[in-house]
């Protein structure tokens, strides 16, 4: 007999995968906007790692870090340069709203398995 827990782990998951490749886009084309129209707050932010951008822009050592610093900051602050584009506004609202459905559908995963 299978365990209901795991169908509603995996099913679950499966569910929200989209929304997790939505939140990995968002981010990814914030910081490529970031990158080709606010240079110089792509720097200031430690030169975040993404597809698209030249490997000779990037430190070995920080980049990477400097990602997960910025999609951690970026769910509850709005960066200055991003005020003032719409486009980087609209992508950092989906951002965060795939970022809540992705938390809340993650929790209601846990919360049914528990109660299974």
């Not at 932010?45 to 920080?62: A, K, N």
């Not at 929790?107 to 528990?114: E, H, K, P, R």
Request: net charge neutral.
């Amino acid at each position: 007999m299978r365990d209901p827990s795991m169908i509603i782990f995996v099913g679950g998951f499966a569910l929200l995968l989209p929304v997790l490749l939505k939140i990995l886009a968002a981010l990814t084309r914030l910081v490529q906007l970031e990158y080709a129209l606010h240079k110089d707050d792509w720097q200031r932010d430690g030169r975040p790692f993404v597809p698209g951008i030249p490997l000779s822009e990037y430190r070995i050592l920080t980049s990477s870090t400097a990602l997960n610093l910025s999609w951690i900051r970026w769910l509850v602050t709005t960066p200055n340069w991003a005020v003032e584009d719409p486009q980087a506004a609209d992508l950092l609202g989906q951002y965060r709203r795939s970022a809540l459905i992705w938390n809340v559908g993650c929790v209601a995963i846990f919360l049914t398995m528990a109660l299974v």
